[in-house]
Nanobody, 124 residues
Framework: QVQLVESGGGLVQAGGSLRLSCAAS????????MGWFRQAPGKERNFVAG????????YSTDSVKGRFTISRDNAKNTVYLQMNSLKPEDTAVYYC?????????????????WGQGTQVTVAS
């Protein structure tokens, strides 16, 4: 059973940057579509960005386009989320997830493996 561990969260001022990492153990990420999701208090978990198994295709929600970049290093079994120009509304717990298939999706129910999450707090 693959285990996903996120890191890189923290407290940052508005306009700042963070880089989240998602490292896998006990399994590979290289054949799978990967996604980043976020969940603010009292709200549902929402899609942020996704990346194909090769890294050749990426997807992101409109609110982060031009600010967040998803990438992956299959040799390191790691997926990243570079977050720039952060805003207070980006505050949430961020989760990475592995889909059981190679095809893209934005639906959390299509992802079978999840990390424990990392808190991102953006102060105004």
């Amino acid at each position: 059973q693959v285990q996903l561990v996120e890191s890189g969260g923290g407290l940052v001022q508005a306009g700042g940057s963070l880089r989240l990492s998602c490292a896998a153990s006990g399994g590979t990420l290289s054949s799978y579509y990967m996604g980043w999701f976020r969940q603010a208090p009292g709200k549902e978990r929402n899609f942020v960005a996704g990346i194909s198994w090769s890294g050749g295709s990426t997807y992101s929600t409109d609110s982060v386009k031009g600010r967040f970049t998803i990438s992956r290093d299959n040799a390191k079994n790691t997926v990243y989320l570079q977050m720039n120009s952060l805003k207070p509304e980006d505050t949430a717990v961020y989760y990475c997830a592995r889909r059981a298939r190679a095809y893209s999706s934005r639906d959390p129910s299509d992802f079978g493996s999840w990390g424990q999450g990392t808190q991102v707090t953006v102060a105004s």
